[in-house]
Structures are given as C-alpha cells and as structure tokens.
C-alpha cells in the first residue's frame, strides 16, 4: 500500500537500453531535482519516452543504474515500482474506452490502496476534479479529450505516488485546455511530488519547469535551469542542428 509521502530522489546514472538488440538509450545520466518538475525535451525519436518507460519500469536497463531514494530499481517491474509509488500516466492516457469515470478511479485506487481508502481517493478526486463528478457515470470513449487528460491525470493526485512520469500530457489538446493540464500539474509541485515530463510543446510546458534534461539521438545533451538552457542556446541547436543567430538577423 502506497503511504503519504512524495518528494523522492530519482537518480539514472550511464543508464543504456534499447528494444531487442536495437540500442536507443546510450549511456545517459539524469538527475531530477527533488519535489520539482523536470521536463524532458528533445526531437522525436530522440528517446524520451524510452527513458521514462525505463524509469517506470516496463523497460529493463542493459547497462548503468535507475535508483530511488538510493535504491536500485532497476529491471523491477512495472507493477512492483507501482506499488512503491511510481505512476506513469503514458502517452495518450491509457484510458479504457468502455468503462466510466467512476470505474476508472474504482481501478486506480483499488490496484494501490486498501478497500477504505479508496472511497476516500474517490472523495479527494472529485474534489479535485467537480468535471470527474459531474461525468462519473459517463464511459470514457465518450468524452472530450480534456476530461479523458484531466481522468488519466486523477490518477497522479488520488494515490500520493512519489514519483509521477507524464508522457506528452498536452498532446492532441487545445492551447486553453492544455494550460489547464498544466496548472494540474503545477500543483503537483506544491504537494511537493517529483515530477517528470516528456513533452514537445515547448511553449506551455517550459514555465513549469525547474529543472530540463535534452536529449537528441539517445544522448543527453544538456541538463539544467530552464534559464541556463536558454543562455547555452543548446535547445536550439539540439531542434535546429546550428546554432542560434544572435543579432544582425532580418
Ligand atoms: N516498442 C518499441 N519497439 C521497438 N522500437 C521502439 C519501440 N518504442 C520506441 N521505439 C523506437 O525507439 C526510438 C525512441 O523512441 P521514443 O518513443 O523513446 O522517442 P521519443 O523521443 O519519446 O519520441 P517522440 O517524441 O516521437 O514520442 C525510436 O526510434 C522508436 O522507433
């Protein structure tokens, strides 16, 4: 069962991995601050999402270290790591078309926390979230894609995990509805959650961030601030394959 606490220490040292005999991950290092938002940036392909499926799990490392507040865990799997407070919200939600909203929460907290806590996550969730409550009884096939986000994000929230991994929480989402995630998700900062974002809209994630690591071809190519980034101008040339014109351009 899953305790209340959060802030955790994730540290992935030299960590390599691939898919079959395919190499994707070449030795990279990652250090996430504690109880902030990391972001992780980088061209498609680039390996991303490979890293986090690492991180949560569903990927063993072929060399190099995944460690949790000092411990190895590395190659457990992904319903072990679950159970010790890592929550992957994957790409495209993972939602299951035919059950409802209610269903959805039923299962979160049912595969984590005893029986009486669940009706309690429930309460908290559609605290949190009065659209979860409002639709409780709608399938999920049919809603809109901000409330399909804003069910799948719940999950962060109703299990107090330590470590949330959101794979492109923004992606196929309008700019309003998107900003709206985002504020979700800043709040996971104020409850003091290590956080850790794969995303390719720069723009709305990048405010949120404390902490960036860039990536490009299985490489770590820069982690740091936010503003550090923007004084390397390594994002632009990790996107851009140069470097940024600084003065004399059109
Ligand atoms: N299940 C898989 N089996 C084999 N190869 C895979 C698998 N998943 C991803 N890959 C390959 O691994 C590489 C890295 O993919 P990954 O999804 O980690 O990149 P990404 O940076 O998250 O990309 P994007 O921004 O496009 O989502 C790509 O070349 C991809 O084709």
Redesign the pocket.
């Known amino acids: 069962m899953v305790e209340d606490v959060n802030a955790c220490r994730l540290e992935v040292t030299d960590l390599s991995v691939g898919?079959r005999r395919?190499p994707?991950l070449n030795t990279i290092t990652f250090h996430p601050p504690e109880g902030k938002i990391s972001l992780i940036l980088?061209p498609?392909?680039?390996?991303?999402?490979?890293l986090i499926k690492t991180v949560a799990g569903l990927l063993s490392p072929w060399s190099g270290t995944v460690t949790l507040d000092g411990v190895s865990i590395g190659g457990m799997g992904a319903d072990v790591l679950a159970r010790q407070g890592i929550c992957l919200i994957p790409q495209g939600n993972a939602l299951f078309p035919f059950l409802s909203v209610r269903e959805h929460l039923e299962l979160y907290a049912a595969v984590l926390l005893s029986k009486k806590r669940v009706q309690e996550a429930l309460e908290l969730a559609y605290e949190m979230f009065p659209l979860l409550k409002e639709n409780r009884d709608v399938l999920a096939n049919r809603l809109s894609g901000g409330q399909r986000a804003v069910l799948a994000l719940s999950k962060a929230f109703l299990l107090k995990p330590r470590l949330v991994l959101l794979d492109e929480p923004s992606i196929g989402l309008s700019p309003k509805v998107a900003e709206e995630i985002y504020s979700h998700v800043g709040r996971l900062r104020e409850d003091g959650v290590t956080t850790v974002i794969?995303e390719?809209n720069v723009q709305i994630a990048l405010p949120y961030a404390d902490d960036v690591l860039l990536m490009a071809q299985g490489r770590r190519e820069f982690e740091g601030t936010p503003e550090a980034m923007e004084q390397t101008g390594e994002m632009y040339r990790v996107f851009f394959g140069r470097e940024k014109e600084t003065s004399g351009g059109r």
């Open positions: 898919y395919r994707i980088g498609n392909g680039s390996g991303k999402s490979t794969v390719q």
